[in-house]
């Protein structure tokens, strides 16, 4: 089936630390990645997202690479920012006959000054 | 814009009660989709509507029904709450289809007792 795990949370960080929130998927069909993010209080906002494999999504200096051949879809900051405490959510579709969009778990991610 | 709103944003009812949670999108998106958060759980998709009077079942329908009389409104009814359905359900909506960025709404925590 279709199905996304990420790395298990909580995730506590000092203030420009760097960032990996691991992310690996099984899918049916050839998939579409994307990263959510959800700040307090708020709904999800996409963070960043990738069509085909070896494209690189990126946005707010966060990245992830869609890798085919390790099933990856990594999210990457090389400096963390208080703002950036929020859950993160992996999450795949399928590119032909979607009807749904798979969520990985979330992780949340606490950055201390 | 205000986007994606939903009421209420809390709720707590009885086991066999029925209630709506309301969602409106004021971004004239044709796609619009209800999805459920159950603790340590990724979303999963339970409703979702392609245009005025189009929906269709998601991954977890069963409990719930939907109806879009209008773009702007998808409601979600619960006709007989059982503590199975306590979660956070989630409203969204996206101008093509689900390869589409979504946009949420801030959710309603429902609780069953």
């Known amino acids: 089936g279709n199905s996304v795990t990420q790395m298990e949370g909580p995730v506590t960080l000092s203030e420009e630390a760097f960032l990996t929130i691991n992310c690996t998927y099984t899918?049916?069909?050839?998939?579409?990645l994307f990263w959510y993010v959800q700040y307090p209080g708020e709904g999800l906002q996409l963070l960043l997202k990738?069509?085909?494999?070896?494209d690189k999504g990126s946005n707010k200096g966060f990245e992830a690479t869609y890798r085919k051949e390790t099933t990856s879809f990594h999210l990457e900051k090389g400096s963390v920012q208080v703002s950036d405490s929020a859950v993160y959510f992996c999450?795949?579709?399928?590119?032909?006959?979607?009807?749904?969009?798979?969520f990985g778990t979330g992780t949340r991610l606490t950055v201390i000054p | 814009n205000a986007g994606v709103t939903q009421t209420p944003k809390f709720r707590i009812l009885k086991i066999g009660q029925s209630m709506t949670l309301q969602c409106t999108q004021d971004m004239n998106h044709n796609y619009m989709y209800w999805y459920r958060q159950d603790p340590g759980m990724g979303l999963k998709l339970i409703y979702y509507s392609v245009g005025a009077g189009i929906t269709d079942k998601g991954e977890v329908p069963n409990g719930y029904n939907v109806s879009r009389s209008t773009t702007e409104d998808f409601p979600l009814r619960l006709e007989l709450a059982a503590p199975s359905q306590t979660s956070v359900y989630f409203c969204a909506s996206s101008q093509g289809g689900i390869q589409e960025t979504q946009y949420f709404g801030p959710g309603t925590r429902l609780l069953v007792l």
């Open positions: 899918a049916t069909g050839y998939p579409s």
């Open positions: 999450a795949l579709t399928l590119q032909t006959g979607a009807n749904n969009l798979f």
């Open positions: 990738a069509t085909k494999a070896d």
